[in-house]
């Protein structure tokens, strides 16, 4: 099993819309998590970290669920520049070393 | 602005020439990271320094060596670069703890002919 597991989509989805992606991690003693956004050729960017209750950046909203070791990351309103690739990151239990999932592309149209 | 840089942004060599990629921050992290990302594959983690301290991952090949001369500064030297090896190499920055993020350069990307 993947350290960090998510659907490589691509996800195509209309301007405007609402859309979801779905991450889980396999290490119980993951202690933080976070969203990264991937343009194609360049380097990955910090979208927001994921905390236990749940937190929402304007469109973004990301969940946690550590029973499940499930995280989401909703994007509401797509616009055409959130196409890119978002990976799921988790801290793997050791301090400092972070595990990145394949990402998942989303392309957003008009 | 403080920022990750790598340079160079493209770099071409030869199979087997030896070849150096550089990364200078100027966020004072007392952590630095090399990862290789291959197309469409997660950036994967080939070693990191917590300050001076080296620290490997278990499946980096011998051929990819680093140094880090000082807190800006971190090098990635591949010794005998093979096909296998044309990639992107992403330099990151962080300060140590389990709850801190990781702040990337834009990255080299290699070519090996």
């Known amino acids: 099993r993947k350290e960090v597991e998510q659907d490589p989509g691509p996800f195509n989805v209309p301007e405007g819309a609402t859309v979801a992606f779905n991450c889980t991690y396999s290490?119980?003693?993951?202690?933080?998590f976070f969203w990264y956004r991937q343009d194609c050729r360049k380097e990955p960017k910090l979208l927001m970290s994921?905390?236990?209750s749940g937190n929402e950046d304007g469109r973004f909203t990301a969940q946690l669920n550590r029973a499940s070791q499930y995280i989401s990351l909703l994007i509401r309103d797509s616009k055409l520049s959130d196409s890119a690739t978002y990976l799921c990151?988790?801290?793997?239990?050791?301090?400092?070393?972070?595990?990145f999932g394949t990402g998942t592309r989303l392309q957003v149209t008009l | 602005d403080a920022m990750v840089i790598q340079n160079p942004r493209y770099q071409v060599t030869q199979f087997g020439k030896p070849v150096t990629l550089s990364c200078s921050q100027t966020?004072?992290?007392?952590?630095m990271y090399w990862y290789q990302q291959k197309s469409s594959q997660a950036p994967k983690l080939l070693f990191h320094?917590?300050?001076?301290?080296?620290?490997n991952e278990a499946d980096t090949p011998d051929n990819f060596q680093s140094r880090r001369p000082n807190t800006s500064f971190c090098f990635l030297d591949i010794r005998s670069p093979g096909l296998g090896d044309a990639a992107m190499y992403l330099c990151?920055?962080?300060?140590?703890?389990?709850?801190?993020?990781?702040?990337f350069g834009p990255g080299t990307r290699l070519t090996v002919l």
């Open positions: 990151a920055t962080s300060r140590w703890g389990r709850h801190n993020e990781q702040f």
């Open positions: 290490n119980s003693a993951s202690q933080s």
């Open positions: 994921v905390y236990s």
């Open positions: 990151v988790v801290n793997n239990g050791t301090a400092s070393k972070l595990t």
């Open positions: 966020l004072n992290h007392n952590v």
């Open positions: 320094y917590y300050d001076k301290d080296f620290n």
